[in-house]
């Protein structure tokens, strides 16, 4: 291949679904569109850069043929995407990336491959000491990724030294890390991520909830991004890693509705998650978006995080009309102690009130909830699942508290010495090898085995199914009965059975 045709980039979302999810992946789960492989793509190719971008978890591509395709395709730089699709969901995508990398090493072992996203971006010199990649990213990378390909095509050699957010090795074996990127200031410039083209879009779908009601819906489907970052301090987030800041970046709502058109008249998307990690937080941001969509009247179904404490009721019929179905809140616990030592610190009856407004309005709410947070013991883990059985959200996730890397409970776990799981894998909540963390009051068996007895005691409620019914129809209870038979094995619960 000659140097004027090889091509640049190649950026790869990795897979590993059914590692992460057992058998809820076949079908329950969304198939969400790679946002930071749109985003690095977008800056890349707008700076004249060949690229190429391979979902292989939307593709259900095994390492084998990713591989494959890096042999035929010889790109100057691989790139392995590993930011997951919630804050939380990075680490668990280190298993699907670790497996792609080995398959290219053992089949091209001279690919240059770097790796980037929240987990790395935590970890970084453990990350470039574990795994078979060449370079590490520490930020967000999109400059680290350019100014690493310009390095790579140096006739002179590369001057790996002046990558921006490169962590490498020099030739001692001694880990080098540089200066930091600085931060994408101009999001709607350099991080418009339009590069749906490079997609498979019709592989796409949204979470069976999100379409309850009307299942087939769930596709054609995508997910956008209006802001990055978080200004709040939750001890078990990590979703500011990257960026080593608590800070809050907005898109103007003109390009966020801009981009709605291109994917509602070219690819038919009348299906959205908002891939936030708190929308529902500028009321003027967000105001200016419904206003935008309530003109275009597109009949939309979006769904989009929020917190109780950012809700107001003022705000709630602008979005239901501008199409927003579903808010998610991160409600957390039942115990207010335990919502404290979260940095969560909100009011029972504020979250029971703010819930009922949302309803009230037309909006679903799925309500999340954590056990096992450092201050949790049984008692305050029933709490949990009666505040959430009292509030029936149309639907509920239960999260067993996890230490992710980037995250201040990590750093006192850590620090602490509490046991975190073997493998990343382990920090799947719905993997066999799920492992969360332990309490002073409660083992991580103890926890694990509540939050899994806590999600069938829900979805089985005759009070919660007979809201289903009335809300979504027959077919929807049928679904969601069928959903709850699925039991996930837990290699730390069979372990406990055997002891005793």
């Known amino acids: 291949m000659s140097q004027d045709t090889q091509l640049d980039l190649l950026l790869i979302n990795p897979g590993g679904r059914e590692k992460i999810y057992q058998n809820l992946g076949g079908s329950l789960t969304a198939i969400e569109p790679p946002l930071w492989c749109r985003l690095i793509a977008g800056y890349a190719r707008d700076r004249g850069y060949s690229v190429r971008i391979i979902d292989s978890e939307a593709e259900e591509m095994g390492p084998e043929r990713i591989a494959a395709h890096v042999a ?14 919630q804050p939380s969901a990075s680490t668990q995508q280190m298993v699907g990336a670790r497996d792609a990398c080995l398959a290219i090493k053992d089949v091209v072992p001279q690919q240059p491959i770097l790796i980037v996203g929240g987990h790395v971006s935590a970890l970084p010199e453990r990350t470039l000491n574990e795994e078979p990649v060449d370079y590490v990213c520490k930020g967000e990378g999109p400059v680290t990724v350019v ?37 994408t200031k101009e999001l709607d410039i350099d991080l418009h991520g339009n590069v749906w083209d490079m997609l498979p879009m019709e592989k796409y779908r949204a979470h069976n909830w999100q379409c309850f009601g009307d299942l087939p819906s769930r596709q054609p489907y995508a997910s956008i991004y209006t802001s990055l970052g978080c200004p709040y301090k939750c001890t078990f987030c990590c979703i500011n890693a990257p960026f080593d800041v608590n800070r809050y970046r907005m898109r103007k709502p003109e390009a966020v509705a801009a981009e709605i058109d291109l994917l509602h008249n070219t690819y038919g998307v009348k299906t959205y998650k908002f891939i936030d ?40 019929e602008k979005l239901r009309k501008a199409g927003f179905r579903w808010l998610a809140l991160g409600i957390e616990s039942g115990s207010k102690h335990v919502r404290d030592g979260a940095q969560k610190a909100l009011k029972h009856e504020d979250i029971i009130s703010i819930v009922r407004q949302i309803q009230a309005a ?26 959430a059985q009292e ?56 926890v694990l085995r509540f939050r899994d007895e806590a999600f069938h005691a ?23 009965e069928d959903m709850a038979k699925h039991r996930l094995r837990r290699k730390l619960l069979e372990a406990a059975e055997k002891a005793a």
């Open 72 to 85: 035929e395709w010889q790109p100057r730089l691989t790139c392995l995407v590993v930011f997951g699709h």
């Open 147 to 183: 100014q690493l390909i310009d390095q790579l095509k140096a006739e002179e050699g590369p001057d790996l030294a002046s990558v921006a957010g490169l962590v490498w090795r020099d030739l001692d074996g001694k880990v080098v890390t540089n200066k930091p990127a600085e931060l």
């Open 277 to 316: 990690e708190m929308f529902v937080l500028n009321e003027r941001h967000v105001m200016a978006i419904c206003d935008l969509l309530i003109e275009r009247n597109y009949d939309l179904n979006i769904w989009a995080y929020a917190r109780v404490d950012t809700v107001k009721p003022h705000m709630l």
């Open 362 to 387: 037309g909006i679903s709410v799925i309500g999340n909830f954590i056990f096992g947070l450092p201050d949790d013991d049984v008692q305050t883990m029933r709490e949990t699942l009666e505040l």
């Open 391 to 446: 509030l029936n959200c149309e639907f509920a996730n239960f999260y067993s508290a996890m230490a992710y890397p980037g995250s201040p409970l990590y750093t006192q776990a850590v620090s602490n010495g509490w046991a975190l799981p073997e493998n990343w894998s382990g920090f799947s909540q719905h993997s066999y090898d799920c492992q969360p963390l332990p309490t002073e009051k409660a083992s991580a068996a103890d």
């Open 458 to 480: 829900y979805f089985a409620h005759p009070r919660y199914l007979d809201m289903v019914t009335q809300r979504f129809g027959w077919e929807t209870r049928h679904h969601i």
